[in-house]
């Protein structure tokens, strides 16, 4: 259940990252696995777009498509260069803040990611069970088993990623090549039938005219209804999110993967491409040869558009070919989904010390998250078309901060260029998301549920873990390690300083307090340590200790942590394990209310440090008689 927890102790490489002796596999492969998530929207989005836009559909999908093309793609072009380890354009974002708002900010982000990739799995399961009940030859039989259908196919998801996710891209190539010639048959066979019946084509055009009167007005309303249609942008973010499984040239380094770089970019190019050129066909199709009732809900063609022109005009053996391959592409399209939160959460959450150890473990993460499909599907009935507003939310914010952080990197780079571009994209994407939002408030409502589900639990975790060592390795520059060898005779004693002017004044009445608090003999020497906080907020670090000697007397070990309890517990188990003998740390006490000082040493490092400062040790070194000693005057 814990495999490869141990080996993610220092640093989470996400759970699907290979060793690094790993090739990887070639980007058209990898665009198979993204792939899962982007083609198979076509499963549910002509349907989606006929709802909400009517005969406008294919006049709005060239709008959604223009912005794809124009606005996503490049976008994350540009976060593939900035980010080329799978982080996204949440970690572009995290660089540009520190501290708790950092953090806080964060936590926001992957609350609609999680939304985002948390909605893709149980409404892809949704909609798959959806073409299995509307299969002609299994209807009768399946008919008002949605939930528990949708329920079974999450839970064999759930059930491969326990097992193992190795053959993942093997089976997503063969998934998507399939499906996708499959739906040129079926794109083929309704442009035929089009150029068939040329009265159809007229009677749609005649349509338009009634309902909206010139082209102008097409393409206004065509602007306004297009958010309703983002559900066709979903698998950017994922498309960066698997780049870590792309191959890289032999001379590729962690620094500067180039060869990764060029093929997430051709992957990203290629998928928008296709899916711009199926986006605009099978709108165009389903639009018109689709009677308007069967879209609506319980209709034929509803969730199912290319499934009932598949059985219309391709006949039943097809149709049930055609549902078996979408069923199949849809319920793994969650796997992509999948992927993408094992590989997005555990980089950020372990690190702020905001989820426990076993997080960084595959199959319990797997586990929690299987859960909260299950509960996401039962509270939306396993409801295709109620699931598309929090998708299309989750979506669009994701795209909206992508947008954001290429624009602040390029401004950062000086390329005036591409900084009125990527602000232009950036006002374009936050302007369909702010409408997305007024027009179906419940997928920021159920992003709001996600985010505080992440808020309370991460504060929560963070809470319990705040007495552990947090530090992942000490090192003592060569000065420090001097200071600490002349005590393997005898027992180091540190006294725990607040640097403030560091002038000899504060030194020398510091020890006089310390001896006199703790009746120390003028003979024993002693050693000051300072710990300086930079940022509260994180919680793992590395300490590098530096020795210095202050006005030609003092010994001085300083060091730079977010925690000083844990820093010097730290340092203090660094030292006992150097010298072979017991250290001892003396401290005064703090003044103030115990409950306001340990709020300041959770959210700032600081506060009432001696106690805190046993109890980490307690925790870390059960073995009293190996303990390092604590003293408070």
């Known amino acids: 259940m814990l495999e490869g927890l141990s080996d993610m102790a220092k640093q989470h490489p996400g759970p699907h990252a290979e060793a690094p002796a790993e090739k990887g596999a070639h980007w058209f492969r990898v665009m198979c696995l993204t792939g899962l998530d982007y083609f198979s929207t076509l499963g549910y989005q002509p349907g989606i777009a006929a709802l909400a836009a009517g005969l406008l559909s294919p006049i709005a999908t060239v709008v959604l498509v223009l912005v794809t093309l124009f606005g996503a793609l490049p976008v994350y072009r540009r976060v593939a260069v900035e980010s080329p380890h799978g982080q996204g354009s949440i970690a572009m974002l995290e660089r540009l803040l520190s501290f708790w708002q950092g953090k806080l900010f964060v936590l926001t982000l992957l609350g609609f990611a999680a939304t985002d990739f948390m909605i893709t799995i149980t409404l892809s399961a949704a909609d798959a069970t ?160 689709i009677p308007k009732a069967a879209f609506q809900n319980g209709g034929q063609a509803n969730g199912r558009a290319l499934a009932y022109l598949a059985h219309e005009n391709l006949g039943s053996t097809f149709g049930s070919i055609y549902d078996l391959s979408t069923i199949a592409i849809l319920w793994f399209a969650g796997a992509s989904a999948m992927a993408g939160l094992l590989n997005l959460m555990p980089r950020y959450l372990p690190r702020y010390g905001m989820a426990p150890h076993w997080a960084r473990a595959v199959r319990p993460t797997v586990i929690v998250l299987t859960l909260i499909a299950f509960l996401v599907t039962w509270i939306f009935d396993a409801n295709v078309d109620a699931q598309g507003g929090a998708y299309a939310t989750g979506v669009l914010v994701l795209i909206s901060s992508a947008a954001v952080a290429v624009t602040i990197a390029a401004r950062k780079a000086r390329e005036r260029r591409w900084t009125t571009t990527f602000a232009v994209i950036s006002a374009v994407f936050l302007y369909t998301t702010a409408v997305n939002i007024v027009e179906r408030p419940d997928g920021v409502k159920i992003g709001a549920c996600f985010i505080a589900g992440i808020m309370l639990v991460s504060f929560l975790s963070r809470l319990k873990r705040a007495f552990e060592l947090r530090v992942t390795d000490v090192v003592l520059d060569d000065v420090a390690e001097r200071f600490v060898r002349d005590y393997q005779h005898r027992p180091l004693r540190l006294i725990a300083n607040e640097p403030n002017s560091r002038d000899i004044a504060e030194y020398r009445d510091k020890l006089r307090q310390i001896r006199k608090d703790n009746d120390i003999p003028a003979e024993d020497d002693l050693v000051f340590v300072e710990v300086t906080v930079l940022d509260p907020s994180e919680f793992e670090s590395e300490l590098t200790v530096h020795g210095e000697v202050l006005h030609d007397r003092y010994r001085v070990l300083s060091l730079h942590s977010s925690s000083v309890p844990n820093a010097l517990a730290a340092l203090l188990l660094r030292v006992r394990d150097l010298t072979g003998q017991q250290p001892h740390i003396y401290f005064e006490w703090t003044e103030g209310n115990p409950f306001a000082q340990f709020l300041r040493f959770f959210l700032f490092g600081q506060g009432e440090i001696a106690p805190v400062t046993r109890e980490v040790l307690r925790e870390a070194e059960p073995d009293r008689s190996r303990r390092p000693a604590v003293h408070v005057g």
């Open 130 to 289: 959806a073409h299995l009940i509307e299969n002609p030859h299994l209807h009768s039989t399946l008919s008002g088993k949605q939930v528990m259908l949708t329920l079974i196919l999450v839970a064999l998801l759930g059930a491969v990623f326990l097992k193992g996710f190795s053959e993942a891209i093997g089976l997503a190539v063969v998934l998507v090549v399939v499906y996708l010639a499959l739906n040129v048959v079926v794109v083929t066979n309704g442009i035929w039938h089009l150029f068939k019946e040329p009265h159809v084509f007229g009677d749609w055009t005649d349509g338009l005219t009634a309902e909206h009167g010139n082209g102008f007005a097409m393409i206004g309303v065509a602007l306004i209804v297009f958010p309703k249609l983002a559900l066709g942008l979903s698998g950017f973010e994922t498309g960066v999110a698997v780049m870590p499984h792309i191959e890289g040239d032999p001379d590729d380094t962690e620094e500067k993967p180039t060869g990764r770089i060029r093929g997430a970019r051709h992957l990203l190019t290629t998928a928008a491409v296709i899916m711009s050129v199926f986006l605009i066909a099978t709108s165009l199709i389903t639009t018109l040869l």
